[in-house]
């Protein structure tokens, strides 16, 4: 059967005159409203929330990490000049005194300007950092996908909450007008000596008790809107005003089994982990790959002379080496040591994740089915509180009965209000968290 609010089956008049919003103002604010649907919301918090930004400079240091495992692999040119004034003593660089005294030469003037180049022609240690420099880039852009999941997961749960509030506030409303006319009721019946006292008492009673409630509900309302607008990091004094309603969603069926392989195939944090094995794979093979020789070529061109007394003359030296490391102290084989221990810890990490997520599928699922009967029993508890209530109110006007049965039954309504409101939320919560539990909060929610 078609759900309907808990709004619409307590005061359906109601329902149709006003829409479903909430409006949080501060003194003094000067703000517009801001109309917020869900995607709305959604969208402000994935454009302006701090953790977004901070997970996109994250991912651009990753991108800069690769460039500059990159560029050492890549050809490099420096160019240079001096100018030096030299005057020099010969005998110290024959080793002997010469005849007649210190050998001198200068001073002199002499110049040098050119280009050197130089570029690894095999270093596979090198190699294998660019590739795990790849691999960081991908687990950060896989970890900014992390953040935006996230933070999708916490604006529909605080958006769900003040719909809840909303609810609560105006099936609290509801509540409160039908106490005062009772009350009246009860006041006019004592007056014609119908009614006593003690039914007046009860029925002001009830009253208060109803104010009660819908202070406590407009104080939910509040506060889920202060976190809302904390999360879409707006101007705490913006007045909100909710657009959506709170009402049975439509839920497409999944078997654990299909959405646990959605959750293996779009859960960001998989990738994340994903991407960090293959980089740790990568620095595991770097290190092991310091034992082998690495090949360099190095050139220079230079234009040198004295100057100013004679042209410069061009000359060139071109050097190809070959470097094997004999004995590092243990530092390849600590290394590799490291490098394997942190791979090591990241394939926990992914066995952990996976077994958490089986977990939240199934968590969530179990929710949904509990809270979509729930609804279903609510929504019938609701009807049979409203009916209850009409009776019982039409024997307090026939004078056949006291306004016992009357208070009884507002409490009954408050009752089924509330659980029929709890049910709509958690219904909606599962949604989004089986969703979450898929990797799939964003293309569900946003797009």
Do not use: C
Not at 115 to 122: D, G, N, R, S, W
Not at 126 to 153: D, F, H, P, S, Y
Not at 258 to 273: D, H, I, K
């Amino acid at each position: 059967m078609p759900q309907r609010s808990a709004l619409e089956l307590t005061k359906p008049a109601f329902s149709l005159a006003f829409m479903l919003v909430a409006t949080l103002s501060l003194p003094g604010s000067e703000l517009p409203v801001l109309h917020l649907t869900l995607k709305e919301a959604l969208r402000i918090a994935l454009d302006q929330n701090p953790q977004i930004h901070r997970s996109l400079l994250t991912m651009a240091q990753s991108e800069e990490d690769r460039r500059m495992a990159r560029a050492a692999l890549l050809l490099t040119v420096d160019a240079f000049g001096s100018l030096q004034k030299n005057k020099l003593n010969l005998d110290t660089f024959l080793g002997e005194p010469s005849k007649g005294g210190p050998d001198v030469v200068g001073p002199y003037n002499w110049g040098q300007i050119g280009v050197e180049a130089q570029i690894p022609l095999f270093d596979l240690n090198l190699w294998q950092k660019w590739q795990a420099a790849q691999e960081g880039e991908a687990a950060a852009k896989a970890q900014t996908r992390t953040v935006r999941e996230g933070i999708t997961a916490l604006t529909v749960g605080q958006y769900l909450r003040a719909l809840r509030g909303l609810e609560s506030v105006k099936a609290s409303e509801s509540r409160v007008e039908l106490a005062q006319a009772l009350e009246k009721l009860a006041e006019d019946q004592q007056t014609h000596g119908v009614g006593t006292k003690l039914d007046t008492l009860r029925s002001q009673v009830q009253l208060q008790n109803e104010r009660q409630r819908l202070i406590q509900a407009q104080t939910l309302l509040k506060t889920s809107l202060f976190g809302l607008s904390k999360l879409m990091n707006v101007d705490p004094n913006t007045p909100i005003e909710l657009a959506d309603r709170l009402a049975a969603p439509e839920i497409p069926a999944f078997t654990f089994e299909q959405a646990y392989q959605n959750g293996l195939n779009a859960r960001p944090e998989l990738a994340t982990l994903e991407a960090q094995k293959k980089a740790a794979e990568n620095l595991q093979n770097a290190a092991r790959s310091l034992h082998l020789p690495t090949v360099m070529l190095n050139g220079s061109f230079t234009s040198v002379g004295l100057f100013p007394s004679e042209p410069w003359v061009p000359v060139y030296q071109i050097t190809v080496g070959v470097k094997v490391p004999l004995f590092t102290g243990g530092l390849i084989s600590a290394q590799v040591a490291k490098a394997k221990e942190e791979l090591a810890k990241i394939q926990e990490d992914r066995r952990d994740a996976e077994t958490q997520m089986g977990l939240d599928v199934q968590v969530a699922q179990a929710e949904l089915d509990s809270a979509r009967n729930e609804v279903e029993v609510a929504t019938q508890t609701v009807t049979l509180a409203n009916e209850a209530l009409t009776q019982a109110r039409h024997r307090f006007e026939a004078g056949v009965s006291n306004n016992i049965e009357v208070i009884n039954a507002q409490d009954e309504l408050a009752r089924a209000n509330d659980n029929q409101i709890n049910a709509l939320y958690r219904l909606n919560q599962a949604r989004a968290d089986l969703a979450k539990a898929m990797g799939q909060m964003e293309s569900l929610f946003v797009q």
